[in-house]
């Protein structure tokens, strides 16, 4: 179980505090519609009631007190219970949404850490492992790019409408970028290149923490996430003003990502930053991040808008992500940085560190075998005691909280004996408090740590080493200065809030830390502080307070998961300090919609989503279900069938509630297991593929894709059938698992259409799809439909 968090659903503000609440055009269409269903029903009651009391001749009779009262109590108990459902409805969708979400940013995690590990440690994986990944982790830069002109070499031709922008940049400049991005028009090559440029020598300049004063200025305007949505942006400006002197403003990281507008947002952003220094802020975020980026889209995005210069533009957004600063402090009083803190975190020091080092929190430092492996010293101690010595245990720990390796991990939290085979570490000298999954690999390449014994403790603050003829304890040697400086990193931008004290590694994302009250006190009292502002979390009302109101999260974002399922807010400090919340929602519909309907919509969706979870581990699933189900009668119990779904996906959402929407009922009361499968099939059928490897496909398709764009250099979407085979090798040493080059080259014949020798790994992709049955049965109705109309 993953440590309480504040609960997005409770009232926004906390009791104590009297912060004022400004609502945008996203006022609660909620209330004054469950305002009228009152008002209508208390009239329908009372007329029925009336009706009821009348006299035989038809005459109606004043209802009598005590029947007004009951029928006001009725009511009541009726809305209560109605009120209940719903958010009880709001609760399991926000729930489903959030644990998905998480554990894509955790899978993306340990495909990182992979990388990382065999980059540094090995030179060869069937002879063109590392080269491939070095490609994406360790880039090199084009010469091209080091010329500070280059962008004058490509030609703007005169059928080019968009904006042509002059340097410096004047306010006419980024007018003509707002009219243009609001009529879908693109900027040309040459001048994002320019733009790109030009940021990045501003942002050379800036050091690691804004300092911001309110004596210049009225307020500060701080936004949180905006993850590519353009509308929300544009509706901050329309609704609070432009930047400017008089509305200068903070962006607290991730611009990009998710949403299909990224690069139309961070020029925007780069462009208000370049025209007003001063009055424009950019904190980075965790998908400031050039690996982040080819999972959630912004590289995808940027490669398909600009096909001819993508990967220059690609390159120079990769330092420019890293040199954006860390933090910002308003009156040396509120901190502001994207993710959170640690019981680590150190202003002083982070303010010192070399950013731009960090070209991503997920390229972990580089780190020998001999470095991982902690344990050596102390087995080398005890082959010189005794030739008998214990097994080395596996370079795993299993704890209650962990599934086998042969099950995706949800939570992988590093034990003493993680620590040893992750490329990640946290500071030895005290608590480990934060962590990065540890990579996939193959046992017999994972370094083999001391096994612990009762008469040797395994104590994480000392190690034990040779010294004559016995063992002396040492405390460990502090971290290297680039592994300090790391580390520093990935708690400012992957660090989540919780209710209980402490500090321990963030399981549920995978990254970063939880922080308790007692973190965020001492860090605000050791800095003469006294707020915490962050985002790195979507907000049902877009905002929220926790660890008594000295922790505040933004996010800016409206209907991030679903149309209707959140509210983006900024927040507005002025001298006195006191944030005041400003709250909207970009929407056409969901304005006209009531509770119930965005509800409805909502949650329709997010059992989508989690019956294509439910799909894609169904070999998994099967198998934990007939563990119960000895006779074959396909039916197990609901805690059985509650507690196989947990323990596979690892998800922590309330199973029971969720059963009447993923499976039925035999007349017994038992679970017909099998039903959970019955929605979904694959997309393309491939009758070569046995069913292991298309569950394999199906689980870590995502995965695949992203190790495919990095084999596929110019992004064509086309690889050689010896490629292929080259993404099934790295894909198989990720997971960990063999799988046999024979049904490889089977499939890679089978996808291979025209016999070229290149596939197309996009129709390879589509085939591995999940699809729900009743949306091609409803794509076949309407495709019929259309068929009739037009013949």
């Given at each position: 179980?993953?440590p309480?968090?504040c609960?997005?659903?409770l009232?926004?503000?906390?009791?104590?505090?009297?912060?004022?609440?400004?609502?945008?055009?996203?006022?609660?269409?909620?209330?004054e519609?469950?305002?009228?269903?009152?008002?209508?029903g208390?009239?329908?009651?009372q007329?029925s009631?009336?009706?009821?009391?009348?006299?035989?001749d038809?005459?109606?009779?004043?209802?009598?007190p005590?029947l007004?009262?009951?029928?006001?109590?009725?009511?009541?108990?009726?809305?209560?219970?109605?009120?209940?459902?719903?958010?009880?409805?709001?609760?399991?969708?926000?729930?489903?949404?959030?644990?998905?979400?998480?554990?894509?940013?955790?899978?993306?995690?340990?495909?990182?850490?992979?990388?990382?590990?065999?980059l540094?440690?090995?030179?060869q994986?069937?002879?063109n492992?590392?080269?491939?990944?070095?490609?994406?982790?360790?880039?090199?830069?084009?010469?091209?790019?080091?010329?500070e002109?280059?962008?004058?070499?490509?030609?703007?031709?005169?059928?080019?409408?968009g904006p042509?922008?002059?340097?410096?940049?004047?306010?006419?400049?980024?007018n003509?970028?707002?009219?243009?991005?609001?009529?879908?028009?693109?900027l040309?090559?040459?001048?994002?290149?320019?733009?790109?440029?030009?940021?990045?020598?501003?942002?050379?300049?800036?050091?690691?923490?804004?300092?911001?004063?309110?004596?210049?200025?009225?307020?500060?305007?701080?936004?949180?996430?905006?993850?590519?949505?353009?509308d929300d942006?544009?509706l901050?400006?329309y609704?609070?003003g432009?930047?400017?002197?008089?509305?200068?403003?903070?962006?607290?990281?991730?611009?990009?990502?998710?949403?299909?507008k990224?690069?139309?947002?961070?020029?925007?952003?780069?462009?208000?930053?370049?025209?007003?220094?001063?009055?424009?802020?950019?904190?980075?975020?965790?998908?400031?991040?050039?690996?982040?980026?080819?999972?959630?889209?912004?590289?995808?995005?940027?490669?398909?808008?600009?096909?001819?210069?993508g990967?220059?533009?690609?390159?120079?957004?990769?330092?420019?992500?890293?040199?954006?600063?860390?933090?910002?402090?308003i009156?040396?009083?509120?901190?502001?940085?994207?993710g959170?803190?640690?019981?680590?975190?150190?202003?002083?020091?982070?303010?010192?560190?070399?950013?731009?080092?960090?070209?991503?929190?997920?390229?972990?430092?580089?780190?020998?075998?001999?470095?991982?492996?902690?344990?050596?010293?102390?087995?080398?101690?005890?082959?010189?005691?005794?030739?008998?010595?214990?097994?080395?245990?596996?370079?795993?720990?299993?704890?209650?909280n962990?599934?086998?390796?042969n099950?995706?991990?949800?939570?992988?939290?590093?034990?003493?004996?993680?620590?040893?085979?992750?490329?990640s570490?946290s500071?030895?000298?005290?608590?480990?408090?934060?962590?990065?999954c540890?990579?996939?690999?193959?046992?017999?390449?994972?370094?083999r740590?001391?096994?612990?014994?009762?008469?040797?403790?395994?104590?994480?603050?000392?190690?034990q080493?040779?010294?004559?003829?016995?063992?002396?304890?040492?405390?460990p040697?502090?971290?290297?200065?680039?592994?300090?400086?790391w580390?520093?990193?990935?708690?400012?931008l992957?660090?989540d809030?919780?209710?209980?004290?402490?500090?321990?590694?963030?399981?549920?994302?995978g990254?970063?830390?939880?922080?308790?009250?007692?973190?965020?006190?001492?860090?605000?009292?050791?800095?003469?502080?006294?707020?915490l502002?962050?985002?790195?979390?979507?907000?049902?009302?877009?905002?929220?307070?926790?660890?008594?109101g000295?922790?505040?999260?933004?996010?800016?974002?409206?209907?991030?998961?679903?149309?209707?399922?959140?509210?983006?807010a900024?927040?507005?400090?002025?001298?006195?300090?006191?944030?005041?919340?400003?709250?909207?929602?970009?929407?056409?519909?969901?304005?006209?919609?009531?509770?119930?309907?965005?509800v409805?919509?909502a949650?329709?969706?997010?059992?989508?989503a989690?019956?294509?979870?439910?799909?894609?581990?169904?070999?998994?699933?099967?198998?934990?279900?007939?563990?119960?189900?000895?006779?074959?009668?396909?039916n197990?119990s609901?805690?059985?069938?509650?507690q196989?779904?947990?323990?596979?996906l690892?998800?922590?959402?309330?199973?029971?509630?969720?059963r009447?929407?993923?499976?039925?009922?035999?007349?017994?009361?038992?679970?017909e297991?099998?039903?959970?499968?019955?929605?979904?099939?694959?997309?393309i059928?491939?009758?070569?593929v046995t069913?292991?490897?298309?569950?394999?496909?199906?689980?870590?398709?995502?995965?695949?894709?992203?190790?495919?764009?990095?084999?596929?250099?110019?992004?064509?979407?086309?690889i050689?059938?010896?490629?292929?085979?080259?993404?099934?090798?790295?894909?198989?040493?990720?997971l960990?698992?063999?799988?046999?080059?024979?049904?490889?080259?089977?499939?890679?014949?089978?996808?291979?259409?025209?016999?070229?020798?290149?596939?197309?790994?996009?129709?390879?992709?589509?085939?591995?799809?999940v699809?729900?049955?009743l949306?091609?049965?409803d794509?076949?109705?309407?495709?019929k439909?259309?068929?009739?109309?037009?013949?």
């Open positions: 179980m993953p309480a968090r609960d997005p659903l009232p926004v503000c906390e009791p104590g505090t009297s912060l004022p609440i400004v609502m945008g055009c996203g006022t609660s269409v909620a209330t519609t469950q305002g009228k269903r009152v008002e209508t208390v009239a329908g009651l007329w009631a009336q009706s009821v009391a009348g006299s035989k038809g005459t109606v009779k004043t209802p009598t005590a007004t009262m009951k029928a006001a109590v009725l009511i009541q108990r009726w809305y209560r219970r109605y009120v209940a459902r719903l958010e009880m409805r709001r609760r399991y969708t926000w729930n489903i949404f959030q644990s998905i979400e998480y554990a894509g940013e955790q899978d993306q995690l340990q495909l990182s850490s992979f990388f990382s590990f065999m540094d440690n090995f030179t994986l069937n002879g492992g590392p080269d491939l990944i070095s490609q994406l982790l360790d880039p090199v830069v084009d010469p091209w790019l080091d010329r002109t280059c962008y004058n070499l490509i030609p703007v031709p005169e059928s080019y409408t042509r922008l002059s340097f410096p940049l004047s306010i006419s400049d980024t003509a970028l707002l009219s243009a991005f609001k009529e879908q028009q693109a040309h090559a040459r001048y994002v290149l320019q733009l790109l440029y030009e940021t990045k020598k501003l942002l050379k300049q800036m050091p690691n923490i804004i300092h911001l004063s309110t004596s210049y200025t009225k307020e500060i305007t701080i936004c949180g996430d905006l993850h590519g949505r353009l942006l544009l901050i400006f609704k609070n432009l930047p400017s002197a008089e509305t200068p403003y903070v962006f607290n990281g991730d611009f990009v990502d998710r949403g299909k990224s690069i139309e947002v961070v020029i925007l952003l780069f462009a208000y930053l370049l025209l007003y220094p001063d009055y424009m802020h950019l904190n980075r975020g965790n998908h400031e991040d050039h690996i982040m980026n080819l999972r959630y889209g912004f590289t995808k995005e940027v490669m398909q808008k600009y096909k001819t210069h990967r220059e533009i690609l390159q120079l957004f990769q330092d420019i992500f890293s040199l954006l600063p860390v933090a910002t402090v009156d040396g009083k509120i901190l502001i940085v994207h959170g803190i640690s019981d680590q975190t150190d202003l002083d020091f982070l303010s010192s560190i070399d950013r731009h080092k960090v070209k991503s929190a997920l390229r972990f430092p580089r780190r020998s075998l001999e470095q991982l492996d902690l344990g050596q010293s102390c087995r080398q101690a005890k082959r010189m005691r005794s030739t008998d010595s214990s097994r080395p245990s596996s370079s795993r720990s299993h704890s209650k962990q599934r086998t390796p099950l995706r991990k949800r939570r992988c939290g590093l034990s003493r004996q993680d620590s040893a085979a992750s490329t570490s500071s030895s000298s005290s608590s480990s408090s934060s962590s990065l540890s990579p996939r690999t193959p046992s017999c390449l994972s370094p740590p001391c096994p612990s014994s009762p008469s040797m403790p395994y104590n994480i603050n000392v190690l080493v040779p010294f004559l003829d016995s063992l002396s304890s040492v405390p040697p502090l971290p290297p200065q680039h592994e300090r400086e580390k520093q990193i990935v708690d400012i992957w660090s809030p919780k209710t209980q004290e402490g500090c321990s590694p963030n399981t549920f994302r990254g970063g830390c939880y922080f308790g009250p007692d973190v965020t006190q001492r860090l605000l009292l050791q800095h003469g502080l006294q707020l502002i962050r985002s790195h979390e979507c907000k049902q009302e877009g905002y929220e307070l926790c660890h008594g000295q922790v505040i999260t933004i996010f800016s974002a409206s209907n991030y998961y679903e149309e209707g399922s959140n509210r983006g900024y927040i507005k400090v002025g001298r006195e300090l006191v944030p005041r919340f400003y709250q909207y929602q970009v929407s056409r519909t969901t304005r006209k919609l009531t509770l119930t309907q965005r409805r919509a949650e329709g969706s997010a059992l989508k989690l019956k294509e979870k439910l799909f894609s581990h169904r070999t998994e699933l099967m198998a934990g279900f007939q563990q119960h189900d000895q006779n074959n009668t396909g197990v609901v805690s059985e069938w509650a196989v779904l947990e323990s596979v690892r998800l922590d959402l309330p199973w029971r509630t969720l009447p929407h993923l499976t039925r009922l035999a007349a017994d009361g038992s679970v297991y099998q039903s959970c499968f019955e929605d979904m099939e694959a997309g059928p491939l009758p070569q069913p292991n490897l298309a569950d394999t496909l199906f689980r870590y398709r995502t995965d695949i894709e992203i190790i495919f764009n990095i084999i596929d250099k110019d992004h064509s979407g086309l050689s059938t010896e490629e292929f085979r080259h993404t099934w090798r790295l894909f198989s040493a990720h960990g698992v063999d799988i046999d080059d024979r049904a490889i080259d089977d499939l890679a014949r089978s996808i291979d259409f025209n016999k070229d020798g290149s596939i197309d790994f996009t129709e390879f992709l589509e085939a591995f799809r699809v729900h049955k949306d091609n049965k794509q076949q109705l309407n495709g439909i259309d068929g009739e109309k037009y013949s």
